[in-house]
T-cell receptor
Framework: GQNIDQPTEMTATEGAIVQINCTYQTSGFNGLFWYQQHAGEAPTFLSYNVLDGLEEKGRFSSFLSRSKGYSYLLLKELQMKDSASYLCAVRDQTGANNLFFGTGTRLTVIP | ETGVTQTPRHLVMGMTNKKSLKCEQHLGHNAMYWYKQSAKKPLELMFVYNFKEQTENNSVPSRFSPECPNSSHLFLHLHTLQPEDSALYLC?????????????FGPGTRLTVL
């Protein structure tokens, strides 16, 4: 089976940096995705990692360590609009290559 | 329209009603998905269609019946639902389900079963 853990809630200050962690246990890891979901809206794709290391995309970066079953999403220069839920999802080859999601981390950015 | 659209955005129904949720993708993708998102729970995959053929039914009760007439449209027919079926139902699409392709989500239908 799949077991994906991420913190339920986080709070950070506008302009600061925040790191959202995700740990996972899967039988056939085949990639990890991060999605952003504002309340009442569709999840939107942020990043994809399949190899170890850091992927940078503007203010957002995502890191993966396959040996540790660990990823994080790093948000820099936080803005109020970054207040949202951040979903970690793992693709599992033994699960028909389907995506398995964590419960999401609700981030609140305060002035 | 672009991306993935879903209608209706909100739906309230009684347990004896029959209703349908509609999803349309304008991305030229071949795979479509239904997910259920309940409060404080992970997104749960319900159904997967690849080139109009159902490839996954994740132990979903028969009161949920999917239909995929073509690669651009996906329906979820609902009948005799239970209050615990109240949730956000999300549709997604991707180029195919068998690669690292990104899934793109629609805005969802907020379903309330009375």
């Amino acid at each position: 089976g799949q077991n994906i853990d991420q913190p339920t809630e986080m709070t950070a200050t506008e302009g600061a940096i925040v790191q959202i962690n995700c740990t996972y246990q899967t039988s056939g890891f085949n990639g990890l995705f991060w999605y952003q979901q504002h309340a009442g809206e569709a999840p939107t794709f942020l990043s994809y990692n399949v190899l170890d290391g850091l992927e940078e995309k503007g203010r957002f970066s995502s890191f993966l360590s396959r040996s540790k079953g660990y990823s994080y999403l790093l948000l820099k220069e936080l803005q109020m609009k970054d207040s949202a839920s951040y979903l970690c999802a793992v693709r599992d080859q033994t699960g028909a290559n389907n995506l398995f999601f964590g419960t999401g981390t609700r981030l609140t950015v305060i002035p | 329209e672009t991306g993935v659209t879903q209608t209706p955005r909100h739906l309230v129904m009684g347990m004896t009603n029959k209703k349908s949720l509609k999803c349309e993708q304008h991305l030229g993708h071949n795979a479509m998905y239904w997910y259920k998102q309940s409060a404080k729970k992970p997104l749960e995959l319900m159904f997967v269609y690849n080139f109009k053929e159902q490839t996954e039914n994740n132990s979903v009760p028969s009161r949920f019946s999917p239909e995929c007439p073509n690669s651009s449209h996906l329906f979820l027919h609902l009948h005799t639902l239970q209050p615990e079926d109240s949730a956000l139902y999300l549709c997604a699409s991707s180029q195919t389900p068998l690669t690292s392709d990104t899934q793109y989500f629609g805005p969802g239908t907020r379903l309330t079963v009375l």
